[in-house]
Structure formats: structure tokens, C-alpha cells
């Protein structure tokens, strides 16, 4: 049974650029969450998609999009990418009727340098 | 509004002494609480979760972790430690309400010495 895997494993972009994350979620799961996780701190929540929806949003910026497609898996996009972006970004994904007990899975990260 | 502090950014210990992560949370609600582990440059993996049900909860790898409401904490615990623990250690919350939005502590980083 193939985890949740995300690509690339790492990108280099510039100032101002675009870039786009992918994320494929664990078989059986219908709910992905991007979080973005900072040099020596803990993840933050950026948003989460289900139903191929946006269902809960973090305090990040409109330059944070995302998407969900009919087979669960799931894209960020970060425009206008600033020197402060640069971080590793996880993926979880996990049953979206679970509520707030159910476990999240999370996937290997993309991590992201902005010069 | 919920929120985790993990008392010690740092801890290092010995192989084969004991372990002790703290932590802490702050709910308006009965949450539930996870532990994740974060290897070098790897994904987090689930440790153990608490959900309402035994307050002593057993995890992974001989790690478990116990649920004072009264002390509002949940720190995590391993009677001896090995050197494969080294990692990162995140405390995390999430309430009802939150769509499973998850919540970290800023995390402890353990290391294990010879």
C-alpha cells in the first residue's frame, strides 16, 4: 500500500516566480492538507481540501492556492514567491468524515529555496 | 483558541536512560493529541494519539505518553532510549470544529549519546 508521496523532493525558484507542489494521498483517502513547515520550527496549517473543495483555510496569504482533483490528489500552487517561502512543505491526507480524531498521514515533503 | 508549548527545544540523554518530552496544550474543548516523530530529512510519522478513550496511551517503538486534563498536559515517555530516537519530536492538537486542522508545537529535538 503506496504512503502518500509528493513531488519534486526539492525546488529551487527564484523571487517572484510561481511554483506548484503536487501531492497524491494515501489509497483509501479522500481529504488532503498543506502544511508549510519553516527551518527549525513546527509545520503550520495552510489549508485543506476535500470533495475538491477548500474546507478550512490557515492565516497564509491569497498567494497560496490550491486545487483538488477527482482522484484525491491535490496541488499547491505559491505565487510571487518571496525569500520568506522558502521551507519544507507537507502533505497529509486522511478520511474526511473522520472529525477531528483521525489520523493524518503524512508524505516526505517538498522542499522549497527561493534566492 | 488551541495551542501546544513543548518545554524543551532540546533534550539528550543517554542510550538505554529514560526518556521524558513535556507538553503542554491549551483547549477550549476535549481534544485529541498526537505525538509525530520527524527523522533527518524524512516526512512525520505518527507515534501515538490520544482520542478520550485510556489516558495512557501506548505508541510505537516502546514510546508512550499520558493525558493529565488536570495539568493540561500530554508528555511523552520511553523507559530506555535507543540511538535510532535521535530525531525530532512534535506535540500536536486538534479540536472539534477544525476540520482535523492540526496544531504543532515548535518541537523537541532529542539526541542519544553512546
Known amino acids: 500500500d503506496a504512503g502518500v508521496t509528493q513531488s519534486p523532493t526539492h525546488l529551487i525558484k527564484t523571487r517572484g516566480q510561481q511554483v506548484t507542489l503536487r501531492c497524491s494521498p494515501k489509497?483509501?483517502?479522500?481529504?488532503v492538507s498543506w502544511y508549510q513547515q519553516a527551518l527549525g520550527q513546527g509545520p503550520q496549517f495552510i489549508f485543506q481540501?476535500?470533495?475538491?473543495?477548500?474546507?478550512q483555510r490557515g492565516n497564509f496569504p491569497d498567494r497560496f492556492s490550491g486545487h483538488q482533483f477527482p482522484n484525491y490528489s491535490s496541488e499547491l500552487n505559491v505565487n510571487a514567491l518571496l525569500l520568506g517561502d522558502s521551507a519544507l512543505y507537507l502533505c497529509?491526507?486522511?478520511f474526511g468524515t473522520g472529525g477531528f480524531q483521525e489520523t493524518q498521514y503524512f508524505g516526505p515533503g517538498t522542499r522549497l529555496l527561493v534566492l | 483558541a488551541q495551542s501546544v508549548t513543548q518545554l524543551d527545544s532540546h533534550v539528550s540523554v543517554s542510550e538505554g536512560t529514560p526518556v521524558l518530552l513535556r507538553c503542554n496544550y491549551s483547549?477550549?474543548?476535549?481534544?485529541?493529541l498526537f505525538w509525530y516523530v520527524q527523522h533527518p530529512n524524512k516526512g512525520l510519522q505518527l507515534l501515538l494519539k490520544?482520542?478520550?478513550?485510556?489516558?495512557l496511551v501506548k505508541g510505537i517503538n516502546g514510546f508512550e505518553a499520558e493525558f493529565k486534563k488536570s495539568e493540561t498536559s500530554f508528555h511523552l515517555t520511553k523507559p530506555s532510549a535507543h540511538m535510532s530516537d535521535a530525531a525530532e519530536y512534535f506535540c500536536?492538537?486538534?479540536?472539534?470544529?477544525?476540520?482535523?486542522?492540526?496544531?504543532f508545537g515548535a518541537g523537541t529535538r532529542l539526541a542519544v549519546h553512546p
Open positions: 489509497s483509501g483517502h479522500d481529504t
Open positions: 500536536v492538537v486538534s479540536t472539534p470544529g477544525g476540520y482535523n486542522k492540526l496544531i
Open positions: 497529509a491526507s486522511s
Open positions: 483547549s477550549s474543548y476535549s481534544p485529541s
Open positions: 481540501y476535500y470533495e475538491e473543495e477548500e474546507r
Open positions: 490520544y482520542t478520550s478513550a485510556a489516558t
